[in-house]
């Protein structure tokens, strides 16, 4: 079982930046996360394949935020900039055995998330 755990997250003003990571307890393929509102349905917001190439980000933060990650460390790290109050959320962080199922919601495994908040 692979164990993922998430930091980074906090409070900040709309327009600011905050950066989030997440350290898995071993090699997985790809990587992603995801947020979730109170009351509302978990969203995709980006997914990431073991090379790093070609992430695939949902339209709702393309060109604000950007994943990467580190193999060597098992680290996926997404800086979020240009923030929104709509960016509010629990984000997780999640593997799969493949990139289509990052981006389907078909995870394998995720964190328990980290808290952001984006205040007007």
């Known amino acids: 079982q692979v164990q993922l755990v998430e930091s980074g997250g906090g409070l900040v003003q709309a327009g600011g930046s905050l950066s989030l990571t997440c350290t898995a307890s071993w090699a997985v393929y790809a990587m992603g996360w995801f947020r979730q509102s109170p009351g509302k349905e978990r969203e995709f917001v980006v997914g990431?394949?073991?090379?790093?190439?070609?992430?695939v980000y949902a339209d709702s933060v393309k060109g604000r935020f950007t994943i990467s990650r580190d193999n060597a460390k098992n680290m996926v790290y997404l800086q979020m900039n240009t923030l929104k109050p709509e960016d509010t959320a629990v984000y997780y962080c999640a593997t799969a055995g493949r990139m289509a199922a990052i981006v389907n919601g078909e995870y394998d495994y995720w964190g328990q998330g980290t808290q952001v908040t984006v205040s007007s």
């Open positions: 990431i394949g073991y090379n790093g190439d070609n992430p």
